[in-house]
């Protein structure tokens, strides 16, 4: 029999769950993984500690937060952070 090359099913990087709906998961120094991902619901995690601005592409969180662009009525957006210096924190700046 032969066999396909190319993955399917669950793979470390995508978690599933019933119902239909998976989560991927992106570290804030590869905004270019998320480019090919429109994003209804996004949670962002600790962002005081993501750089503020990664090469070209600007700021992490506004590049994340403009994935969500293409669900304008039904886009959920849930930011978390412990704050880490008061006039120079993303959270607070987000507040």
Do not use: H
Request: proline letters at 3%.
């Amino acid at each position: 029999a032969e066999t396909n090359g190319r993955k399917t099913g669950k793979t470390k990087d995508r978690l599933s769950w019933f119902g239909g709906g998976y989560g991927l998961f992106f570290g804030s120094n590869s905004p270019g993984k998320l480019r090919s991902f429109s994003i209804q619901y996004l949670f962002l995690d600790e962002v005081d500690g993501y750089k503020k601005s990664v090469g070209r592409d600007g700021s992490p969180v506004k590049l994340a937060i403009d994935r969500t662009a293409g669900y304008t009525q039904s886009k959920k957006v849930c930011m978390l952070s412990t704050p880490l210096e008061k006039g120079n924190s993303i959270i607070d700046d987000n507040y």
